[in-house]
């Protein structure tokens, strides 16, 4: 009995921790799991993912919630029952779907902590396989899964949990993740970083290319250092198919309207470029498009550029333009690239040499009176968006319960054995 009591409190622990910490991180950047379910939705639904492709960020909002709630649920041992129940039905779900996912290749990151801790579909498909019998174990011994807090106290966490996480996706899917994981962070050297990958990338192309050769009826492979003479017949050149596919961490292909890649004229801009992005004009917030109108109309007086950038699709720029009365110039973009760059639509980024220097969401836009400090701040590098820490609050709060719910039963625990000690010494003293 002792030793299942310690099986069960270890594996509450194990799958409680996991839950909580995978919901944590993929709700950071809600938009980046959005992009993962909708992957995933093409990969297993075809044509038919067009139905679910616009419910995917509530798809991810739903799955981030239920996550969380689950694992912190079962930290403090509160809804036994239904969180380990839950705890199963999830974990059958992500391993049938990173068994898919690993066996078939078609998606090589499930995304399981976001972008923060990255696992490989073998990794995260052999973690579920793991977990998966410890949830299934919990669900048969859930009454004895020891409680932080009693029932009628049990509604206190578990809304500060639920309400808490709600409000952190929320927050961080509509202005900015409160970590930025992705590799477009403000501060980064993009020039230098997709410099110094491609780089890389082609050195390692290089060393794994091989050359075939013929002399005679002997065929022979050879690596780039180690060609043969002029008596031998060159046949073909290989490369393994990995490395053909691979996609690079940094893209920032930008077309003009001639199709003319103007990447390099952007990132070696030396005097300050504004982006704004968005993935679907037809979707994107009008709120503050007389902000971008005024804004424009301040730089156009300077040297400092402004473009709108989107895929390729005229009839949503258009859309746009006769929504909002833009008139400043446009460039296209992967919709997949500025989803990772930008996570509001639209959003404003400000590159400078090729650094990042800030990432404006449409919230933040400035009002006509604010724009040369908003512009002068950006140029002198003082001042960049942050997220605030009012989104973490009922998160805080939550953590704060979970500690007193284990420093309450720490406590009941010791008295429990003093009482027991002197329970014994009185035994012996009336013995």
Same mark, same amino acid.
């Given at each position: 009995?002792?030793?299942?009591?310690?099986?069960?409190?270890?594996?509450?622990?194990?799958?409680?921790?996991?839950?909580?910490?995978?919901?944590?991180?993929?709700?950071?950047?809600?938009?980046?799991?959005?992009?993962?379910?909708?992957?995933?939705?093409?990969?297993?639904?075809?044509?038919?993912? /067009?139905?679910?492709?616009?419910?995917? @960020?509530?798809?991810?909002?739903? +799955?981030?919630?239920?996550? #969380?709630? &689950? *694992? =912190?649920?079962?930290?403090?041992?509160?809804?036994?029952?239904?969180? /380990?129940?839950?705890?199963?039905?999830? @974990?059958?779900?992500?391993?049938? +779907?990173?068994?898919?996912? #690993?066996? &078939? *290749? =078609?998606?090589?990151?499930?995304?399981?902590?976001?972008?923060?801790?990255?696992?490989?579909?073998?990794?995260?498909?052999?973690?579920?396989?793991? +977990?998966?019998?410890?949830?299934?174990?919990?669900?048969?011994?859930?009454?004895?899964?020891?409680?932080?807090?009693?029932?009628?106290?049990?509604?206190?966490?578990?809304?500060?949990?639920?309400?808490?996480?709600?409000?952190?996706?929320?927050?961080?899917?509509?202005?900015?993740?409160?970590?930025?994981?992705?590799?477009?962070?403000?501060?980064?050297?993009?020039?230098?970083?997709?410099?110094?990958?491609?780089?890389?990338?082609?050195?390692?192309?290089?060393?794994?290319?091989?050359?075939?050769?013929?002399?005679?009826?002997?065929?022979?492979?050879?690596?780039?250092?180690?060609?043969?003479?002029?008596?031998?017949?060159?046949?073909?050149?290989?490369?393994?198919?990995?490395?053909?596919?691979?996609?690079?961490?940094?893209?920032?292909?930008?077309?003009?309207?001639?199709?003319?890649?103007?990447?390099?004229?952007?990132?070696?801009?030396?005097?300050?470029?504004?982006?704004?992005?968005?993935?679907?004009?037809?979707?994107?917030?009008?709120?503050?498009?007389?902000?971008?109108?005024?804004?424009?109309?301040?730089?156009?007086?300077?040297?400092?550029?402004?473009?709108?950038?989107?895929?390729?699709?005229?009839?949503?720029?258009?859309?746009?333009?006769?929504?909002?009365?833009?008139?400043?110039?446009?460039?296209?973009?992967?919709?997949?690239?500025?989803?990772?760059?930008?996570?509001?639509?639209?959003?404003?980024?400000?590159?400078?040499?090729?650094?990042?220097?800030?990432?404006?969401?449409?919230?933040?836009?400035?009002?006509?009176?604010?724009?040369?400090?908003?512009?002068?701040?950006?140029?002198?590098?003082?001042?960049?968006?942050?997220?605030?820490?009012?989104?973490?609050?009922?998160?805080?709060?939550?953590?704060?319960?979970?500690?007193?719910?284990?420093?309450?039963?720490?406590?009941?625990?010791?008295?429990?054995?003093?009482?027991?000690?002197?329970?014994?010494?009185?035994?012996?003293?009336?013995?």
């Amino acid at each position: 009995m002792k030793f299942r009591a310690i099986a069960v409190e270890l594996g509450r622990i194990i799958i409680g921790a996991t839950f909580a910490l995978s919901g944590l991180m993929k709700a950071i950047d809600p938009i980046g799991m959005e992009l993962k379910i909708r992957e995933f939705l093409n990969v297993l639904l075809g044509a038919y993912a /067009s139905w679910f492709l616009p419910l995917s @960020l509530w798809m991810a909002f739903v +799955l981030i919630v239920l996550e #969380f709630s &689950t *694992g =912190a649920f079962l930290l403090m041992g509160i809804y036994r029952r239904l969180s /380990s129940r839950l705890a199963v039905a999830l @974990l059958f779900f992500f391993t049938l +779907l990173t068994g898919y996912s #690993f066996f &078939t *290749g =078609a998606v090589s990151d499930c995304g399981c902590f976001g972008d923060a801790i990255k696992l490989s579909a073998w990794e995260t498909f052999l973690k579920n396989l793991i +977990l998966f019998p410890i949830a299934v174990f919990l669900t048969f011994n859930a009454t004895k899964i020891k409680h932080l807090y009693s029932l009628r106290e049990q509604w206190i966490p578990a809304l500060s949990a639920i309400i808490g996480i709600a409000y952190f996706v929320y927050s961080n899917a509509s202005t900015l993740p409160y970590i930025d994981f992705r590799p477009y962070k403000v501060g980064y050297n993009l020039k230098d970083s997709i410099a110094a990958e491609d780089s890389a990338y082609q050195a390692e192309l290089l060393a794994s290319t091989r050359y075939v050769y013929k002399k005679d009826k002997v065929q022979k492979s050879f690596a780039v250092d180690s060609l043969p003479d002029s008596t031998w017949t060159f046949v073909e050149m290989t490369q393994p198919q990995e490395l053909q596919e691979r996609k690079l961490r940094y893209s920032f292909l930008l077309l003009d309207g001639e199709s003319q890649d103007v990447s390099a004229d952007i990132l070696d801009n030396k005097e300050g470029v504004f982006l704004l992005l968005s993935p679907d004009w037809t979707k994107a917030s009008q709120d503050k498009y007389e902000s971008i109108n005024d804004l424009y109309r301040y730089l156009s007086k300077t040297s400092i550029k402004l473009y709108a950038v989107s895929p390729s699709d005229s009839v949503n720029e258009n859309y746009w333009r006769y929504q909002t009365g833009a008139e400043y110039p446009s460039l296209v973009m992967d919709a997949t690239t500025i989803k990772t760059i930008t996570r509001s639509n639209p959003g404003l980024v400000f590159i400078k040499n090729g650094c990042i220097i800030d990432k404006i969401p449409s919230a933040y836009f400035p009002k006509k009176e604010e724009i040369a400090n908003f512009v002068q701040q950006r140029l002198t590098d003082t001042y960049h968006i942050t997220p605030g820490n009012g989104r973490i609050a009922l998160l805080v709060l939550w953590s704060l319960l979970w500690l007193v719910g284990i420093v309450r039963r720490a406590l009941r625990y010791v008295r429990a054995l003093f009482y027991q000690y002197y329970k014994q010494q009185e035994d012996k003293q009336n013995a």
